[in-house]
């Protein structure tokens, strides 16, 4: 005689659902956040997002908490959350890390990159030139994230890709700020089509090269970027 499967007791249940609306809550705040409708220094009060979402404060309080383990919210103890924002020293620790693990992540994944792959890849550029002449900056961050992100899919390093997913999202909000003010989107466009065009030739050593050169810009320019902000 089969076992019956365990039924979920009340307070599981109860669990799953907190569990489940501090995602949806997270995911939405995390996207608000990114495309700039929550600023650096913005306060988020639980009980007016618990109001907004018609949830309790348990899920938002969750939700908070995995927004500042992903380095996106700061929780004071008098002032509550606040969305941080990224010193001049964390953005050269953030770059720094790229430069380091996303051309061994290329070496390794580039010759195993297939004809599906850049079919996806073109797609993406193509889509991103689209959203480009849109001035659609919501957009800009996801497809980069997802352009790097496929270049690296074949690499077998899961640990250095989970890595380098976080990094990508916590220089998102203020390099897509970053490059729409000071007119860097259609460079950073170029070398993204030069790094897949060189990757299909099998010059996997030449675009590990511009690829680490491409990160290097794109976090100095932010860089001096915030340095003249905090000087106006």
């Known amino acids: 005689m089969e076992p019956k499967p365990l039924a979920a007791t009340k307070p599981a249940r109860k669990t ?9 809550v997270a995911e939405a705040l ?4 990114l495309d700039g409708e929550f ?37 004071h103890p008098h002032r509550g959350a606040i969305v941080s924002e990224l010193s001049i020293g964390e953005i050269d620790e953030l770059f720094e890390l790229r430069t380091l ?42 497809l980069n994230t997802e352009f790097h992100m496929l270049l690296y899919r074949h690499a077998e390093r899961p640990r ?22 000071t007119g860097g989107m259609e460079r950073a466009e170029e070398e993204h089509a030069e790094i897949v065009r060189l990757c299909a030739q099998g010059k996997v050593s030449a675009a590990c090269v511009l690829l680490k050169l491409h990160i290097d810009h794109v976090g100095k320019s932010l860089q001096e970027f915030l340095r003249d902000r905090q000087k106006a």
């Open 16 to 24: 799953l659902r907190h569990r489940t609306m501090s995602a949806a």
């Open 30 to 33: 995390r996207q608000r956040i």
């Open 39 to 75: 600023a650096a220094g913005f306060q988020l009060r639980q009980d007016a997002l618990a109001d907004e979402f018609g949830v309790s404060r348990i899920p938002v309080r969750e939700a908070l908490m995995q927004l500042e383990a992903e380095g996106l919210v700061k929780i």
């Open 101 to 142: 693990l996303e051309p061994r992540l290329l070496k390794a994944s580039a010759p195993r990159l297939t004809e599906g792959d850049y079919v996806r890849l073109n797609g993406i550029l193509e889509e991103y030139s689209s959203e480009l002449r849109a001035k659609h900056v919501g957009r800009w961050g996801e």
């Open 160 to 181: 250095s890709i989970a890595i380098v997913a976080n990094l990508l999202q916590e220089c998102d909000r203020h390099t897509r700020l970053q490059l729409s003010l």
